[in-house]
């Protein structure tokens, strides 16, 4: 991970390794920095304040090994990064993050800008954070139901997706029927409403296009004398009744003329079928006009008086719905719409029915759940109690209580970790009889348990050894160092007891000019390594007495050296 001018670090880059890591430095150089930095490209809320003064921005980047294929980098190809193949199913994930003096930030995901939102969905893969307000936390019901949940595993986790479940459906059909209690009155306006339009619709019966056609007929009839004059004077000329010579009995003679003299050429032939050919066409034209002229004579006033009602009865249905279109498509829906409607007492008796269903499945599914976290609840307990065996508190007894609760997306139950410091003592919840220097190593055990059913790539302790020192403090390193074997440990610490277990100790170097304070981050090893833990020891790093202190601590720590 490599910082730039955030808070007093200049520029330093973190050579951090697997196992356990120690950080330390003097009060003020910037520890709790590293911290940040990592919470930044972990999403969390950027901070203008944490940009060094003077600098116009502060950067974080960090790279971390993932698998090829996994929920990580799945997340990260959403979102439209990348990983880089290492081989052996391995890749290296590269993330960023950039605040300004002025507020502003910008996150890289694989190489491309992402929202924040995508490193926070990546944290919870990657790493889980401790520090004093991750203590307080923990002081939360829903911390602690969360930490019981993540120990019980799949069993846990398997009843509470069934429980879910369950409250879905139970939700929903509680929703349905109060919308459909509380719109009762209205829904039966609207049936009301319905029944009667498509009372007026079955009665008007209009067809498809009918306003169309009426208006065509009503112009015609509006018209019919200038038509029938039309229509006669065309008929006169194809086929008059008089003597008078017309169309039909041109083309006769004109044919005749032809025949006679069509022995004698084709061409003359040809033709005069042509005209016969047209003298046909005339006498249907002239048929089919004295057809229409028989209808315009049937056609009286009469009719476009009926023709001018039902556009008026067409009109008003036109109106109310918009179109004819729409009309004759409500008469299709409107149907089954007033079913629907119709059915809303039958309705709500059949969901009443499944709702009362729905509670006593959701009442069976809580119960599951409500035994799954008990069960993993006494194991808990008793695993935690062994574990602070070892972290300086032999007579401490935790128990897990899982207690009914209010109903949530959790489940009915409220879980609450209990502590007895010592015999005799009345287990109390963590959130009020518990010291700052007990909650630390409860926290402490609480993970060194659940990390052997629920493993987490990243472990990053900020101070957790805050308010111990002596024993304690070396079976916290101890501790870290054992959890370090199956997960990267970070530790931000200024006891020399914690620090002495760690296989890679880092230091953060403070210099000043007296004006700016610049700080930088080095390896440390041998004779440097005792030089900073006899400082952590006696606050004197040439000090032959604590510089022996120190040697005896990294002995001690031995095989945690390699985590």
């Known amino acids: 991970m490599t910082l730039r001018d955030l808070g007093v670090i200049a520029q330093a880059t973190l050579p951090i390794g697997p196992g356990f890591t120690a950080i330390t430095g003097e009060t003020g150089a910037g520890k709790t920095m590293v911290v940040t930095g990592l919470g930044l490209l972990l999403g969390q809320r950027a901070d203008s304040g944490a940009v060094r003064s003077g600098a116009a921005q502060a950067s974080v980047e960090g790279v971390w090994i993932v698998p090829d294929d996994g929920p990580v980098a799945d997340r990260v190809r959403e979102a439209g990064g990348d990983v880089e193949p290492l081989g052996g199913g391995d890749a290296e994930l590269y993330l960023g993050r950039t605040v300004s003096s002025e507020g502003r930030g910008r996150a890289t995901v694989g190489g491309r800008t992402a929202p924040a939102g995508v490193l926070a969905d990546l944290a919870d893969q990657l790493v889980v954070v401790h520090g004093q307000s991750d203590q307080l936390r923990l002081r939360s019901a829903a911390a602690q139901r969360d930490a019981l949940d993540r120990f019980g595993g799949a069993a846990i986790a398997d009843a509470l997706e069934g429980y879910r479940g369950v409250l879905g459906r139970a939700r929903s059909l509680t929703e349905e029927l109060a919308q459909l209690t509380a719109d009762r009155d209205d829904r039966a306006r609207e049936a009301e409403d319905l029944r009667a339009a498509l009372a007026e619709i079955e009665q008007i019966d209009p067809q498809p296009g009918e306003d169309a056609e009426l208006h065509r007929r009503a112009d015609r009839l509006a018209n019919a004398e200038e038509l029938r004059l039309a229509a006669a004077t065309a008929h006169s000329a194809l086929s008059s009744d008089d003597d008078q010579p017309d169309v039909i009995g041109l083309l006769a003679e004109a044919r005749r003329g032809l025949d006679r003299a069509a022995s004698d050429d084709d061409r003359l032939a040809q033709l005069a079928e042509q005209i016969g050919e047209l003298g046909y066409r005339a006498a249907d034209v002239a048929g089919e006009l004295s057809g229409y002229l028989a209808d315009l004579d049937e056609a009286g006033p009469h009719e476009l008086a009926a023709v001018e009602e039902r556009r008026a009865v067409l009109g008003a249905l036109i109106r109310r719905h918009g ?150 403090a070396i079976e916290v390193g101890r501790r870290l160092a054992q959890l370090a074997r199956s997960s990267q440990v970070i530790a931000v610490t200024h006891l020399a007891q914690v620090a002495a277990f760690a296989g890679n100790h880092l230091s953060v170097v403070k210099s000043g000019d007296g004006s700016v304070t610049a700080s930088s981050v080095r390896r440390l090893d041998g004779a440097d390594r005792e030089a900073e833990m006899a400082r952590l020891l006696s606050g004197l790093s040439d000090s032959e007495t604590a510089l022996e202190h120190a040697r005896e601590l990294l002995t001690l720590g031995g095989h945690g050296l390699i985590g």
């Open 323 to 472: 179109s004819l279109d729409e009309a004759l498509a409500l008469q299709d829906r409107g149907s089954a719409r007033l079913l629907e409607l119709d059915d809303d007492g039958d309705r709500i008796d059949r969901l009443a029915r499944a709702q009362e269903e729905a509670a006593a499945e959701l009442d069976a599914a809580a119960s599951v759940l409500t035994a799954a976290r008990r069960a993993a609840a006494e194991r808990l307990g008793s695993a935690v109690t062994d574990e602070l065996r070892h972290l300086a508190l032999p007579d401490a007894r935790v128990t897990v209580a899982v207690e009914p609760g209010a109903e949530s997306a959790a489940g009915r139950d409220e879980v609450t970790i209990l502590l007895a410091p010592h015999p005799g003592a009345d287990p109390r919840p963590v959130a009020r009889g518990a010291s700052g220097g007990e909650l630390s190593r409860v926290m402490l055990a609480i993970e060194v348990v659940i990390s052997q059913t629920d493993p987490v790539p990243t472990f990053v302790f900020d101070e957790v050894d805050a308010g111990i020192g002596g024993a304690a």
